[in-house]
């Protein structure tokens, strides 16, 4: 790999600030399905107005360097699919913890998320020099664990019984990929 | 409920206060091994005032969360802190830390005891459905006392910690209520 590599642009996608004029009213959208809330959090879910949503914009600039969020976006028209961010960052033990999605179930199964995660973990592992990247969700995200799993995350802690939703309730998932797996890849 | 719930065999646990517990804090943050065990945040001697500071800081935690002096029912002497919180309420999930922060404590049966009296907190009083924690898989003494209370293991986070060139696991466990209940009812 040349230092020349690009690191922010891929074939399909691109990592990019956010922007908040631009992506509040599409981010919005998303805070409106619930199926997409619940994958990405354990907060209560609740819709978001763009007004809220610029709002946690400007939360995460502010805490710019604590956390590495990028909006992803696909090269083709430039428009918002999804985020990718890193954060929860240990310097000293060279640990993160990595949180992506793509809004859309229209932009799901279709390539983007695996490269854009394929370009995160190259950040994570090649620009931040971590160790270990690890990532959280839940055992009703079946699709999530598959799409961590491919790109070499194993699981590691099972947290019995740690999340309530619809009535019953649901193991927490943790999983990690250490950078020595990352590069045998 | 005679007894007050926040009373074990042999500690009781209680408010900090801030004027006298800070100094005895400030001289455990010289123990650098305490500090490792206790925390991943990198070792540092802090004074009594940045440990009040610290405290002051720590004011905005969630509904429910409780930081806590861990002080002897003999002689009424601060041994170690306690701390319930990373609450989820709509989940019912709670994460517990604590440390002895006077070396002559350890070993002994007051983290054990201190442990049973949080998780009778977080159990009777927040209604939690669980409670979870993490430790350092070298600390073999805190992971005997958190089975002792019922904790079972749920995993391994791999080279978590980075310590004096060596890459260790992080430990992570838990308790659910009727575990918790159910020891309670076969030690009475």
């Known amino acids: ?185 | 409920m005679g007894v007050s719930s926040w009373q074990g065999d042999l500690v009781w646990l209680g408010a900090i206060e801030s004027e006298q517990d800070a100094a005895i804090v400030a001289r455990w943050s010289r123990d650098s091994e305490y500090w490792r065990l206790r925390d991943s945040a990198p070792a540092r001697p802090i004074t009594a005032a940045q440990a009040k500071r610290d405290w002051e800081a720590d004011g905005g935690r969630a509904a429910g969360a409780v930081f806590l002096a861990i002080r002897t029912l003999v002689e009424d002497r601060l041994i170690g802190t306690a701390l319930l919180d990373g609450i989820g309420w709509p989940h019912g999930f709670g994460w517990l830390g604590i440390g002895i922060g006077e070396r002559e404590f350890w070993g002994k049966g007051y983290g054990t005891d201190a442990v049973q009296v949080i998780l009778r907190y977080a159990f009777t009083e927040l209604n939690l459905w669980r409670v979870s924690l993490s430790v350092l898989a070298t600390n073999a003494r805190a992971i005997r006392a958190y089975e002792k209370c019922g904790f079972v293991l749920e995993g391994r986070v791999r080279g978590l910690a980075h310590i004096d060139g060596e890459r260790i696991d992080e430990v992570f466990m838990g308790i659910l209520r009727e575990e918790w209940e159910q020891i309670r009812h076969a030690a009475q």
């Open chain 1, 1 to 185: 790999m040349s230092i020349a590599n690009q690191l922010f642009e891929g074939e399909l996608i691109r990592l990019a600030p956010p922007d908040p004029e631009r992506d509040a009213d599409t981010e919005s959208a998303w805070t409106h399905d619930p199926d997409y809330m619940r994958l990405i959090s354990v907060d209560p879910i609740r819709p978001l107005s763009a007004a809220q949503v610029k709002k946690n914009y400007e939360a995460i600039e502010k805490d710019n360097d604590k956390q590495f969020y990028f909006a992803i976006r696909a090269m083709a028209d430039d428009r918002l699919i999804g985020f990718a961010k890193l954060d929860g960052i240990s310097w000293t033990h060279g640990s993160a913890r990595l949180t992506m999605a793509i809004g859309s179930t229209a932009d799901r199964g279709k390539g983007y998320g695996r490269e854009a995660l394929q370009m995160i973990l190259r950040y994570a592992f090649g620009e931040l020099n971590l160790y270990r990247i690890g990532a959280w969700t839940f055992e009703y995200n079946e699709r999530g664990l598959r799409f961590l799993q491919k790109a070499g995350f194993q699981v590691e802690v099972r947290q019995r019984q740690s999340i309530h939703r619809d009535g019953r309730r649901w193991d927490g998932i943790w999983l990690g990929l250490l950078r020595s797996e990352w590069e045998s890849k």
